[in-house]
């Protein structure tokens, strides 16, 4: 059980908008920074979002986040089918002396 | 271009100790980032093992603190993973990676290297 939720899974047509939900707690989300990671499948995560709306360099701006309160999104437009991976959320929680939780990942399939 | 690699067994035996190592090119180990550990069970979502700075200092998942030790080793520039007493829960792909402070995301992994817990 991940202390971040996320839908397991989520799909959408080429050139459709779809949205990832993250929902997590006063002591994570609600006072921290979230981060979206993008795995392909076989390769290991990619830096997708941080600091809830901040593309790294490289990243398309078809992809962009926001949080409120303690639930987080991420939100893919003009969908392509290289989209099609596995996301992740992230953030710091502030209980326990601090740890990083994620999310248990959504599978976004491009029909 | 900074770069990890995982380095390690393949194989492990059931309650033996898990020894990971992750050298860092392009990068200098004690250029104040932190360094984490992150690993993937097959078939299933990320799981943050910890991070430790270049002093030594430490952060570790409240799960596995208590079988997680890491360790810097900066005239090597690598950083090092030992889990204690794995179990076959243990299997994993496990994945080193930069973070620039405390916090903050992790913006370079390695490619991550398969465990497998069993005799």
């Known amino acids: 059980q991940s202390v971040l939720t996320q839908p397991p899974s989520t799909s959408g047509t080429p050139g459709q908008r779809v949205t990832i939900s993250c929902s997590g707690s006063?002591?994570?989300?609600?006072?921290?920074?979230v981060n979206w990671y993008q795995q392909l499948p076989g390769t290991a995560p990619k830096l997708l979002i941080y600091?809830?709306?901040q593309r790294p360099s490289g990243v398309p701006d078809r992809f962009s986040g926001s949080k409120s309160g303690t639930s987080a999104s991420l939100a893919i437009s003009g969908l392509q089918s290289e989209d099609e991976a596995d996301y992740y959320c992230?953030?710091?929680?502030?209980?326990?002396?601090?740890?990083?939780?994620f999310g248990g990942g959504t599978k976004l399939t491009v029909l | 271009q900074v770069q990890l690699q995982e380095s390690g067994p393949g194989l492990v035996k059931p309650s033996d100790t898990l020894s990971l190592t992750c050298g860092v090119s392009?990068?200098?180990?004690?250029?104040?980032?932190?360094w984490g550990w992150i690993r993937q069970p097959p078939g299933k979502g990320l799981e943050w093992i910890g991070y430790?700075?270049?002093?030594?200092?430490?952060y570790y998942n409240p799960a596995l603190k208590s079988r997680v030790t890491m360790s810097v080793a900066t005239s090597k520039n690598q950083f090092s993973l030992k889990l204690s007493s794995v179990t076959a829960v243990d299997t994993a792909v496990y994945y080193c990676?930069?973070?620039?402070?405390?916090?903050?995301?992790?913006?370079?992994w390695g490619q991550g290297t398969l465990v497998t817990v069993s005799s």
């Open positions: 992230a953030a710091w929680d502030d209980s326990l002396n601090g740890h990083v939780v």
């Open positions: 430790i700075y270049d002093s030594g200092t430490t």
């Open positions: 990676a930069r973070t620039r402070w405390l916090r903050s995301p992790f913006d370079y």
């Open positions: 600091n809830n709306n």
């Open positions: 006063s002591s994570n989300i609600g006072t921290n920074a």
């Open positions: 392009g990068d200098s180990i004690r250029s104040y980032n932190w």
